[in-house]
C-alpha cells in the first residue's frame, strides 16, 4: 500500500533534479573547491586536469555542455 502511494504522489507531482556540481578554478584537489553550482539541463560535472609549464597540476571543475554524437 505504501509503494503504491508513493508511485501515486511521484507521478502526480512530476519534479525535476538539477545536476549540481563544483565550479572552481586551478584547484589542486576537487576537495579544495567550495562553490558549487546548478547545471543547466543539457550540462554535464566536468573535470579538466592541465599542467602548466613547470608541472604543476591543477583542476577546471564546473559544468559543461555535454557532446552530441554524431
Known amino acids: 500500500m505504501r509503494l503504491l502511494l508513493l508511485i501515486t504522489v511521484l507521478w502526480k507531482f512530476p519534479f525535476h533534479r538539477a545536476l549540481t556540481c563544483l565550479n ?8 579544495h573547491c567550495a562553490t558549487v553550482m546548478t547545471c543547466p539541463d543539457i ?10 609549464l613547470v608541472k604543476n597540476a591543477t583542476l ?6 555535454m557532446c552530441a554524437e554524431i
Open 60 to 65: 577546471l571543475v564546473v559544468c559543461e555542455i
Open 24 to 31: 572552481c578554478n586551478d584547484v589542486v584537489q576537487p576537495r
Open 43 to 52: 550540462d554535464v560535472c566536468f573535470v579538466e586536469r592541465r599542467i602548466n
